[in-house]
C-alpha cells in the first residue's frame, strides 16, 4: 500500500517550504498578520489569523501541499485520511476541487456536527473505534484490516508526513516576510506537524525567535515529554478545546519536535475561554478553542514580553459554545 513520508529528523529544508507556497498559491487564503486590539500588558501580540482559511484551518495548507505534489496516476485513484476534524474537512475541501474520491476514517465517537461538515464537501466517513483509528496514525500501514477502504488510494497522514508538515511551514514563512523582530511565535500544538513546519521555516529565516507550543491542561502530552526527555502517555479529559491534545506523541514526530520547539506552555480551560472572548470582542475573531489558545498564552504572561505572534489555528467553534463563552461561561 501507499506509505506516507517520513518527516525528517531535525528540521524541514527551507527550499521545500518556498516550493510548497508557489505549489499552494491560488489554492489556499493569504491571511493576515494583524495587530491584536486588546489589552496584552504591555506585549505587542500579533495574531496570525488561520481561522479565515476557506475551511477555517490551517489544515487547508499541509493537505493541500501533500495532495499537489502527487503523482497524477497516483492521485487519480482518490485519496484517503485518518481524522474527524480540521484536517478531514481539507483533505476533502481539496478533493473536491481537484474531482477526486475522498474517504475520511473516523473515530466512532466523533460528534455528528463534525461529521456532516466532512461529509456535505464530498467525502465518504467511515467509522472505526478510538483505538484502531488511533492506530491508523502511528502504523506503517495504516489502514490494513478497515472495512470499505480502499488501501491502494493516497493516504494523507493529518501529521506525520514532510509534505504536510512542509505545508503548514508556509505559515512560517509568510510569518518571517510579514513582520520583522519576532520574539515569540505561540503555536496551538495538537500532534506536531504545525509548530514543526512553522518552526523550520523560523529556523531558516529568523533564528533567534522562539517557538513556543501552546497545550492545554485537559491533555499536555508535549510538556510531559520534554519534562521526561522522551514521550510518555498522559490522561485526557475531553472539553471544548478538541482541536489539541491527545493521550501521547506520535513517535515518528518527536525527534522533529523535540529539536524545533523551545518549551511548551499549558493553559487552563478558564484561560481558553476568556481569549476566544476576547478575540471575538476585541478583534472580531471567532476562534475555537485550539485557535485561541495561542493568545492564552500570550495573555497569561508564560511566554514572555517582546513581539508575540499568536497563531489561530482554526475557527470551527460550535455556536452553542460559542454563545456560551460570549456569556462568560466555560463550556
Known amino acids: 500500500m501507499l506509505e506516507s513520508r517520513a518527516p ?6 527551507l527550499d521545500a517550504i518556498r516550493a510548497a507556497r508557489a505549489r499552494l498559491d491560488g489554492h489556499i487564503a493569504r491571511v493576515p498578520l494583524l495587530p491584536y486590539r486588546g489589552d496584552a500588558g504591555g506585549r505587542d501580540v500579533w495574531l496570525q489569523l488561520e481561522n479565515l482559511q476557506p475551511i477555517g484551518s490551517f489544515k487547508l495548507r499541509g493537505a493541500g501541499n501533500r495532495m499537489l505534489s502527487a503523482d497524477a496516476d497516483e492521485l487519480a485513484r482518490g485519496v484517503v485520511t485518518s481524522s474527524a476534524g480540521n484536517m478531514a474537512q481539507g483533505v476533502a475541501w481539496h478533493a473536491r476541487r481537484l474531482g477526486i474520491a475522498c474517504d475520511v476514517v473516523v473515530p466512532d465517537h466523533a460528534p455528528r456536527a463534525k461529521l456532516d461538515a466532512i461529509e456535505h464537501l464530498g467525502a465518504r466517513t467511515i467509522p472505526v473505534s478510538f483505538e484502531r483509528w488511533w492506530r491508523t496514525l502511528v502504523l506503517a500501514q495504516p489502514l490494513d484490516g478497515i472495512a470499505g477502504v480502499d488501501a491502494t488510494r493516497l493516504f494523507v497522514h493529518p501529521v506525520a508526513d514532510a509534505a504536510v508538515i512542509e505545508g503548514n511551514g508556509t505559515i512560517g514563512l509568510e510569518i518571517a ?15 506536531g506537524g504545525l ?10 529565516l529568523a533564528p533567534r525567535t522562539r517557538v513556543v507550543a501552546c497545550e492545554v491542561e485537559t491533555a499536555a502530552p508535549l510538556a510531559a515529554a520534554l519534562a521526561n526527555g522522551a514521550p510518555i502517555d498522559v490522561s485526557y479529559t475531553p472539553s ?8 501521547g506523541i506520535l513517535p515518528s514526530m518527536w525527534p522533529l519536535v523535540s529539536s524545533l520547539v523551545d518549551e511548551s506552555i499549558v493553559v487552563t480551560l478558564a484561560e481558553v475561554a476568556e481569549a476566544v472572548r476576547l478575540l471575538a470582542t476585541t478583534n472580531r475573531v471567532v476562534a475555537e478553542g485550539a485557535g485561541a489558545a495561542s493568545l492564552a498564552a500570550a495573555l497569561s504572561g508564560r511566554a514572555g514580553d517582546g513581539k508575540i505572534v ?3 489555528s482554526g475557527g470551527n467553534l460550535d455556536l452553542v459554545q460559542l454563545a456560551c463563552i460570549l456569556r462568560g461561561g466555560n463550556p
Not at 523582530?181 to 495538537?190: A, I, K, N, R, Y
Open 310 to 312: 499568536c497563531v489561530v
Open 195 to 204: 509548530i514543526s513546519g512553522i518552526a523550520s521555516a523560523l529556523r531558516h
Open 240 to 247: 471544548f478545546v478538541d482541536g489539541i491534545g491527545g493521550k
Open 177 to 191: 516576510l510579514a513582520l520583522e523582530g519576532v520574539d515569540t511565535v505561540l503555536v496551538p500544538f495538537g500532534g
Open 8 to 13: 525528517a529528523p531535525t528540521v524541514i529544508p
